[in-house]
């Protein structure tokens, strides 16, 4: 009995999406850190240091042969084909995207600097990967679906702050978000959870006024 290529090629489609929702779902949890933030500066850039470094333990344990039960489990469902029998190093680069900004900005910059990871890296990877068609050489393998949806994540959030703080400044959230959709683009894997929140907090420092 002969197996339908089909089959299996849509069984590796669906592993794939299942693994990015997984992955982005802590890019959207990371767009809480404002808000905590704003309740506790010091207790969230602490919770976020902790829970970076106890991640990288914890992955470093499991490099080993160490199992930590669900969190290796965890790991591994949301690891890209890339990671494997590699230290997984999104989490930690992830925490370290959020942790930067708190530390660094004023509170609504870094605000805007960490929805940029959220909701315009984190958007943009999964609408890539469920609705991405054309993938045009200049953009480095990932999608125009893709990088329109980051723009557009950024763009939304970086302007709904500039509201709150009682001056919608929509050049610069413009601005802001081509610079993040620019950074996102770059070949640069998982160190764009770094070079994303800090590039758009470093354009929003110069050009909010």
């Known amino acids: 009995m002969k197996t339908d290529p089909v089959e299996p090629e849509q069984n590796l489609l669906a592993d794939r999406r299942r693994s990015e929702l997984i992955r982005k779902s802590l890019h959207f949890l990371i767009g809480l850190a404002p808000l905590l933030a704003a309740l506790n500066r010091f207790f969230t850039l602490i919770l976020l240091a902790a829970g970076t470094t106890a991640y990288a333990a914890m992955e470093g344990l499991r490099q080993k042969g160490i199992r930590i039960p669900l969190i290796s ?96 400044n929509w050049p610069l959230a413009l601005i802001t978000a081509a610079a993040a959709t620019t950074m996102e683009l770059l070949p640069i894997r ?16 110069f050009l909010w006024v």
């Open 73 to 168: 489990k965890l790991t591994v469902a949301a690891s890209r084909r890339r990671d494997a029998g590699r230290f997984v190093l999104g989490p930690v680069t992830l925490g370290i995207g959020a942790f930067l900004p708190l530390l660094i900005f004023p509170p609504p910059i870094a605000a805007i600097a960490v929805y940029a990871l959220a909701f315009g890296d984190g958007t943009a990877s999964l609408a890539g990967k469920f609705f991405g068609r054309i993938r045009p050489p200049f953009l480095f393998g990932k999608s125009l679906e893709g990088s329109a949806v980051c723009f557009l994540g950024v763009l939304a959030s970086a302007y709904l702050v500039t509201v709150r703080e009682g001056n919608g």
């Open 190 to 205: 998982d160190w764009d959870n770094i070079i994303i929140p800090m590039t758009a907090g470093l354009v929003v420092t």
